[in-house]
Every structure is written in C-alpha cells, then in structure tokens.
C-alpha cells in the first residue's frame, strides 16, 4: 500500500509540473542553453532616439519596427489626421459628424496631403539605426505610392528587404476563416496592413519570407498596436519592447473647434468632389468603400 501510495504522489507531481508548464509563458533559449521567459515590456516614449537603447547584442537578432502615422510622420490638420481617424472609430453611423468611408476618404487626403515629422532629426536617428528594420502600417496598400512619396520628402531611407528580394509580395489576409480577405503588400520595406492586427500580420509576413529573429522593437502611437503586438510575440516566445510612442497628442474628448475645422474641410472636399467627380461622392455617401 506504501508503494502504491508513493506511486501516486509521484504521478500527480508529474501531473501539475505538466499543467503548470502548459500555462507557463513559453519559454526561449539562451545561448548558454539555459531556458528563460521570453522579455515582454512596453515603455513610454516621446522620442525616436530611444530604440537605440534596445540594441545590445545581448538582445539577439533585432528587427525593429517603426509605425508611420503619429510616429515617423504627422499631419498638419486634423482633417485627415490619424487623430481624426481613430476620433471617427468613436462615432455612430448617424452622428452628424461621422464621415462614410473614413478609409476612402484618407485616400483621397493621402494623395494629396503633404506631412511632416514627428521629430526635426527624426529621419537622421532612424536612418542611423544598424540593425533590420521595417516599416509597418495600418494603411492600405492601395497608398502606397503617396505613403512613400510622403517618408522619402521627410529624408527617410526605406529599409533594405528583410529577405533580400526587391520584388516584395502582396496576397490576402483573413482574420479567421469567416473573416473578409483584406489586402496587404510588403514592399521598399514598408508592410501595409490595411488596419489589421498588426502583431499576427508580423509573425505571417516573418513566416512567408522564412526569417526568425530573437527580439523585435515595435515604436508606434497606438496602444491596440503596442498590445497586440505583445500578445502575438509573447505567444511566439520572442523577446519584445513595445515603445509607446507619446510624442504626438490626440485628447479625447476632440476640441469643438477641431470638429468645426474637420467638418468645413469635409464639405470642402464634398464641394469638390460634387463639382468634379459627383459619381465617386455618391458612393461614398452611399457607404460604398473600396479601401
């Protein structure tokens, strides 16, 4: 009875060491062989200029990446302004400041918007930075000719393929399986992602081009990429620091004056679009988007 009684003691030991290690965060291996958490940390910051403290070798392997909107580059008006975008995700249908199509509509302002830096020397800082690097935002491929026009007039340099194939890629991209096939394109470095889920986009795009990296730095200004971005690197067991990035403010509730100054430049752009191209501000009236 003794024995048995061991037996047992010994099988449910196992049995816990077993379930607790499947509710463990994974676990990565050092190059001395030893097992440890993978590193999961999300820092404030206002400048570009703080990546370079994440850099050590001790790191491994880095790709850093770096948002676009609110983070390399900033709009002059709210109108079209990334802070004017995430303010529209806030409103009803039928709220006399929503605008249909907001993803339309940015188009329009991508194409025809110039932007500046978030930081004087900001292109100066990133360009500098040795390690793999990638551009990756929510805009949709279908801009990305503006977007880039938009990075190389600010002095950056578009990062170099991280596979080293210029010829780059762009497929379909389903959440889940009853999720709607959006497109995504990664090319001159820049991975556009059509306002997906900016972590498992990633970890998709790694896969396809057969790369691994030890440790990624993501700099962006919003907080859902900043944690989905954790959720999906910690589930993989890479290291990460999230660099929330403040710089740029966007306060909510939105000033009533900004919401005047964006409601004149929408009927400006209607006025326009009236006189000019009546059809395409009817589908947009009509919630009929493309983008």
């Known amino acids: 009875m003794k024995k048995i009684n061991t037996l047992q003691r010994a099988l449910t030991v196992s049995a816990l060491a077993v379930f607790l290690a499947a509710c463990s965060p994974r676990q990565t291996v050092t190059g001395h062989g030893l097992s440890k958490p993978a590193i999961s940390e999300v820092i404030p910051s206002k400048n570009l200029s703080d990546v370079k403290n994440y850099l050590a070798p ?34 009803a249908s039928n709220d006399p400041d929503y605008v249909p199509c907001k993803f339309d509509v940015n188009a329009i302002n991508y194409e025809t918007e110039t932007l500046q830096k978030t930081e004087t ?14 551009i990756l935002t929510a805009r949709s491929p279908y801009s990305r000719g503006p977007t880039l026009r938009e990075l190389k007039n600010a ?44 972590g498992a986009l990633l970890l998709d795009l790694l896969a396809k081009l057969k790369l691994e990296y030890d440790h990624i730095v993501l700099v962006d200004d919003g907080t859902r990429n900043i944690d989905a971005m954790r959720e999906a690197l910690r589930e993989a067991g890479i290291d990460y620091h999230g660099l929330h990035y403040t710089r740029i403010e966007k306060k909510l509730p939105v000033e009533q004056r900004l919401i005047a100054e964006a409601n004149a430049a929408w009927q400006r752009l209607q006025n326009y679009l009236a006189q000019t191209f009546p059809h395409r501000l009817e589908q947009l009236r009509q919630n009929q988007c493309f983008y």
Request: glycine share 12%; aromatic share 14%.
């Open 58 to 91: 001790e790191f491994g392997r880095t790709l850093v990446v770096f948002d676009i909107d609110d983070t390399l580059l900033t709009s002059g008006t709210f109108f079209g302004s990334d802070h004017w975008y995430q303010w529209q995700g806030t409103l």
């Open 121 to 134: 020397n900001g292109q100066q800082i990133v360009n500098s930075i040795e390690a793999d690097k990638i």
């Open 155 to 198: 002095g950056y340099t578009l990062p170099l393929p991280l596979n080293g194939d210029p010829n780059g890629l762009m497929y379909g991209w389903q959440a889940n399986p009853n999720a709607t096939e959006v497109a995504v394109s990664y090319d001159d470095g820049v991975f556009m992602v059509s306002g997906q889920n900016k």
